[in-house]
């Protein structure tokens, strides 16, 4: 993957990609969800699949809403095993049993995600370790997939420390485990405190060595600081909705919006010459991550006029 994104800047490294906007919680700063959306139908997640294998993308991530709703996911996960893509799922883990893993298993998923919020629920978050800790044995016992534990700092969670025994406790079940800085229910960054920030550096340590630890970003988040980086959304990252659109990411959806069927390789490179006026603060891991590789070359000389950005909004890590 790595060989192949330095050879070339003409495809994707990762999308995310919606299969339902539906999700069985109501989080109080998610602004990803709604409780009424059907699921995109089985042909119509192939057909995009497709396309994204023919713009040659890397890995794809499954994500919502609460994908694990949707009735036919396996056949969407299998589906994109067919092509040399890594299958990735972000869940709120409240459906996961012993035959659903299996389930995801026989699929050939890679790579699953939970973020928790808290150790006990309350009104801003149900993602509680106390909920979901049977959840995450089960994972231990069955997976055969990495697991990836993301605890929050931020965005109104009421006890920062939740953070560590959360991200403890998933180094105890044999997990990987990372720490991100949640935004508000306006997708923004409620400035961490001195507590948090303690909090964060301390998860730091526990973060294992794989690709999610490429996050360096964060610390300059953490301390209020911008970052000075090339963001390649809409070329090395894209975020396809559950209507087919290809957008810059969860919190920038409206740009491009231009049908996936439609993405072609002059979208991909228009989008990575193109500067966005949000990156000085975006936390959106993914993001970083996968733009980190093309930070060396091709300065972004395009700004779009038409954009809905410029309102600097900072997001939850994916």
């Given amino acids: 993957m790595i060989a192949k994104g330095l050879a070339s800047t003409d495809h994707p490294i990762m999308a995310h990609i919606i299969p339902i906007r539906r999700c069985n919680l109501s989080c109080e700063y998610c602004n990803e969800y709604d409780d009424f959306s059907k699921p995109v139908p089985l042909d119509t997640?192939?057909?995009r699949i497709d396309h994204l294998a023919r713009l040659?993308?890397?890995?794809?991530?499954i994500s919502g809403g609460e994908p694990l709703l949707h009735p036919e996911l396996d056949d969407i996960i299998a589906h994109m095993r067919e092509y040399p893509i890594l299958a990735g799922l972000i869940t709120n883990g409240y459906l996961l049993t012993a035959d659903r893993i299996q389930r995801l298993n026989r699929a050939g998923l890679d790579h699953l995600q939970i973020s928790i919020d808290n150790v006990m629920p309350d009104e801003v978050s149900k993602k509680s370790l106390k909920v979901l800790d049977k959840k995450l044995q089960l994972l231990a016992e069955h997976a055969d997939f990495h697991v990836n534990i993301n605890s929050v700092v931020g965005g109104g969670i009421h006890n920062p420390h939740d953070a560590l025994v959360v991200g403890r406790r998933a180094v105890q079940l044999g997990f990987t485990t990372t720490i991100g800085i949640i935004h508000d229910g306006d997708g923004q960054l409620r400035p961490l405190g001195e507590v948090e920030r303690e909090v964060f550096r301390k998860m730091k340590n526990l973060e294992?060595?794989?690709?999610?630890?490429?996050?360096w970003f964060q610390d300059n988040i953490a301390d209020g600081k911008p970052n000075d980086w090339r963001c390649r959304a809409g070329a090395r990252y894209l975020y396809i909705c559950e209507d087919g659109l290809v957008h810059y990411c969860s919190q920038q959806r409206g740009y491009p919006g231009t049908p996936l069927e439609q993405y072609s390789v002059a979208d991909i490179r228009r989008e990575f010459l193109t500067e966005k006026s949000c990156a000085p603060h975006c936390t959106v891991s993914c993001v970083h991550q996968v733009s980190y590789i093309d930070h060396w070359r091709a300065p972004q000389t395009i700004r779009t006029p038409q954009s809905p950005l410029g309102v600097g909004q900072l997001v939850q890590i994916e």
């Fill in 45 to 47: 997640m192939k057909r």
């Fill in 56 to 61: 040659g993308t890397s890995i794809v991530t």
């Fill in 208 to 215: 294992k060595r794989h690709y999610s630890r490429f996050n």
